[in-house]
């Protein structure tokens, strides 16, 4: 099984960025989308962003169009979620995944990473 490692989630104030990132093992990311998933206390699991294998081709939740950027470096075998223009309601467990399939089902994601907790205070 694939190994992902995220890290950068943190406190800020609503209105404040952060970038996650998260680190995958080749076999988990070459060839792969990537995406980011997350999940508040009491809520079902959200898509975020997913990227394409080449980095060229995204896709974003709703609620979070226009202030989160999804990338990848398929030199270092990482993807990022530059996250700008926090709100509360971004609160949540921020997990990250790998598929062989694009998309925003989270049952087509075979590899997920541990997660990491992003508090919004308002």
């Known amino acids: 099984q694939g190994q992902l490692v995220e890290s950068g989630g943190g406190l800020v104030q609503a209105g404040g960025s952060l970038r996650l990132s998260c680190a995958a093992s080749?076999?988990?990311?070459?060839?792969?989308?990537m995406a980011w998933f997350r999940q508040a206390p009491g809520k079902e699991r959200e898509f975020v962003a997913v990227?394409?294998?080449?980095?060229?081709?995204?896709d974003y939740g709703d609620a979070v169009k226009g202030r989160f950027t999804i990338s990848r470096d398929n030199a270092k075998n990482t993807v990022y979620l530059q996250m700008n223009r926090l709100k509360p309601e971004d609160t949540a467990v921020y997990y990250c995944?790998?598929?062989?399939?694009?998309?925003?089902?989270?049952?087509?994601?075979?590899?997920w990473g541990q997660g990491t907790q992003v508090t919004v205070s308002s």
């Open positions: 080749t076999g988990t990311f070459r060839g792969h989308a």
């Open positions: 990227v394409g294998v080449s980095g060229v081709t995204t």
């Open positions: 995944a790998s598929a062989w399939r694009y998309g925003r089902d989270a049952y087509n994601y075979n590899a």
